[in-house]
C-alpha cells in the first residue's frame, strides 16, 4: 500500500532555527506548524520530518540528545492530534568533530537518502507527496527524490534561490489551501 505524506525539514520549519537546537530549551515551534499538520493528517497525508542535524557531528549536542528531543517533539505533536509517523535524521557533515560523524553520506540533504529512506520504510507515494522546507537544499533533495510538491517556506514569501520549489510561501498555514 501507498500512501502521501507531508514532509517537513525540522529547524526552520517545525521549529525555529536558533542554531544547533539539540535540547528542549531552545526548542520553539513554528507558528502555524500544528494547524498545518492537523489538517494534512484529516486529509490524509503521513507527516515525516526529514533533518539534517550536524550538530552532532560537530559536538554541539549527542545523537542521544537529538533523539530525546525528538521523542518531545513527537509529543508534543501527539498533544495536538497528530502523530508523526518518522524521524529521519542525518547526523554526519564532512567537517565534524566527532569522527564517528565526520563523513560525507548520502542521507545529507540536498541528497535524497532520508526522503527515499522514509518512502521504502513507509510505503510513500512520493510523487503525492508534499515536502516543506526552508533551505534550497531541501526542495534540491525533494526534486532529486522524485516529491511532487516542493515548497520553500521563505520569510514574505520570497525565498532565496528556490528554483527546485514549485511553491513558495510565507508561513507553514499558507500551506493548507494547497493540501487537498
Not at 507558528?31 to 497525508?45: E, K
Request: charged residues 25%; contains cysteine.
Amino acid at each position: 500500500m501507498t500512501c502521501r505524506a507531508l514532509l517537513l525539514d525540522r529547524d526552520g520549519v517545525v521549529n525555529i532555527d536558533h542554531g544547533y537546537v539539540g535540547h528542549r530549551d531552545r526548542f520553539e515551534f513554528v507558528d502555524g506548524i500544528f494547524p498545518l499538520a492537523r489538517h494534512a493528517v484529516d486529509r490524509g497525508f503521513r507527516i515525516v520530518v526529514i533533518t539534517n542535524q550536524s550538530g552532532i557531528a560537530r559536538g554541539r549536542y549527542t545523537e542521544a540528545d537529538f533523539l530525546a528531543l525528538s521523542g518531545w517533539m513527537r509529543d508534543v505533536f501527539q498533544s495536538h492530534g497528530v502523530d508523526l509517523a518518522g524521524v529521519f535524521h542525518c547526523p554526519y557533515h564532512r567537517d565534524g568533530m566527532v569522527e564517528r560523524y565526520a563523513r560525507d553520506s548520502f542521507w545529507r540533504k540536498p541528497n535524497p537518502g532520508m526522503i527515499l529512506e522514509a518512502a521504502r520504510h513507509f510505503g510513500l507515494a512520493l510523487p503525492v507527496s508534499v515536502f516543506l522546507g526552508d533551505q534550497p537544499t531541501d526542495m534540491e533533495a525533494a526534486l532529486a527524490a522524485g516529491v511532487g510538491r516542493r515548497v520553500l517556506l521563505a520569510e514574505g514569501g520570497q525565498g532565496p534561490d528556490g528554483r527546485a520549489a514549485t511553491l513558495t510561501i510565507a508561513r507553514p498555514v499558507d500551506l493548507i489551501p494547497h493540501l487537498s
